[in-house]
């Protein structure tokens, strides 16, 4: 499976044969760009690393830029004149030749299997809402990897849920034989995976979150957010264990016993385009509060609590998070601008992972 998103905000994996994607974050449409977050201990501290290796070169550079608006439209930036001819206005109102380079603030040049990649990274957000329709279907498939190892993890199953039924009183079937059948187990509606990969065919306009199944690992559950349109949507997703989690939080804090593992949950954030792209100056905010909670960025490959946007490959999240239903909503560090926000119900003890995608 080419991976088009990588699991959310958590450790990655150097394994012996390869280095691969498990640390929740996006990384573009290359088979070769890969994510990659190591632990490494030592006989001196722990030390946690993130890394990003092979990165696509950008398409394009800002033609133009200034600390003032430079446009609102496109034909802002064409109506400038020479050298101006191919240019596009963000939603950062900056022209830009081509697609936006991420390292400019905006966003990166692939897309994933099953865009459109000819629309630019911005259109969805003036697209209308996304109708339910029961009578066509569209592939979503979710590769899980172990952290410690970097392979298929045993032994694990998963279910699908909608977003309006946070406790999966009624889970969705995965083998697409209608909206609204339970599937195996006794109604409760896991699958098992094969070789760490669930697949599913849910219906156009659906909403709602992969839960995975096991008695080794953290609760995990990655949302499909916003409603799905896509053909294809392949998912990549890291699952820990709760040593490992709570390595995580001690190491991002700087304190042993930082993760509150009973009455808190961790959550993962994308900052995701159109494309699927990663974003890059993207700040995050969130309706929950809670004064143990801890916002952090992935940034220059270290998770830190100091910074304030994401960086190219557009990874965030909150650690120590109380359960409930919340709004995390991204802006555009330069300008405060909205870039999009999302819903999702975050579990107590659980790591959520969830994309923003550009939204009205």
Same mark, same amino acid.
């Given at each position: ?47 946690? #690393? ?37 240019? +596009? ?14 390292? @400019? ?30 009578? +066509?279907?569209?592939? /979503? ?18 279910? #699908? ?39 599913? +065919? ?25 409603? /799905? ?39 993962? /954030? /994308?900052?995701? @385009? ?17 004064? +143990? ?40 560090? @330069? ?26």
């Amino acid at each position: 499976m080419r991976i088009a998103e990588v699991a959310t905000g958590v450790p990655f994996v150097e394994h012996e044969r390869a280095k691969i994607a498990v640390g929740g974050f996006q990384v573009g449409k290359s088979e070769a760009s890969f994510g990659v977050l190591m632990f490494r201990r030592s006989s001196h501290a722990a030390l946690a #690393l993130f890394a990003v290796v092979a990165l696509s070169s950008a398409a394009c550079s800002v033609v133009f830029s200034t600390n003032k608006e430079q446009c609102s439209r496109d034909e802002d930036c064409t109506g400038r004149g020479a050298g101006f001819e191919n240019t +596009k206005c963000t939603l950062e109102n900056v022209c830009v030749s081509g697609t936006p380079n991420p390292t @400019d603030g905006a966003v990166r040049t692939d897309s994933a299997p099953g865009v459109d990649a000819s629309r630019g990274p911005f259109a969805c957000a003036s697209d209308p809402p996304t109708s339910v329709d029961t009578s +066509k279907q569209v592939d /979503l498939s979710i590769r899980y990897i172990d952290f410690t190892s970097g392979l298929a993890p045993a032994n694990i199953g998963a279910r #699908l849920c909608a977003a309006s039924d946070p406790t999966c009183a009624n889970p969705r079937t995965i083998e697409g034989a209608g909206p609204f059948d339970a599937g195996p187990e006794g109604g409760k509606g896991y699958v098992a995976a094969k070789d760490g990969v669930v697949t599913a +065919k849910p219906e156009v306009g659906f909403e709602g979150f992969l839960e995975l199944k096991s008695t080794v690992y953290t609760p995990t559950f990655r949302y499909t957010s916003p409603p /799905l349109r896509d053909p294809q949507n392949p998912l990549d997703q890291v699952i820990l264990r709760q040593s490992e989690v709570d390595f995580f939080a001690d190491t991002l804090i700087g304190r042993v016993g930082s993760y509150d593992s009973v009455n808190k949950g961790l959550v993962f /954030l /994308l900052a995701t @385009d159109c494309n699927r792209g990663s974003i890059a100056n993207i700040s995050f905010s969130t309706t929950a509060v809670d004064d +143990k909670m801890v916002q952090f960025y992935i940034v220059n490959t270290t998770p830190s609590t100091t910074e304030t946007k994401t960086d190219p490959l557009g990874r965030a999240g909150y650690i120590n998070i109380p359960p409930g239903l919340h709004t995390f909503t991204a802006t555009f560090a @330069d300008t405060g601008k909205k870039m999009g926000s999302v819903r999702v119900f975050v579990r107590a003890g659980a790591a959520t992972t969830v994309s923003v995608l550009p939204s009205p």
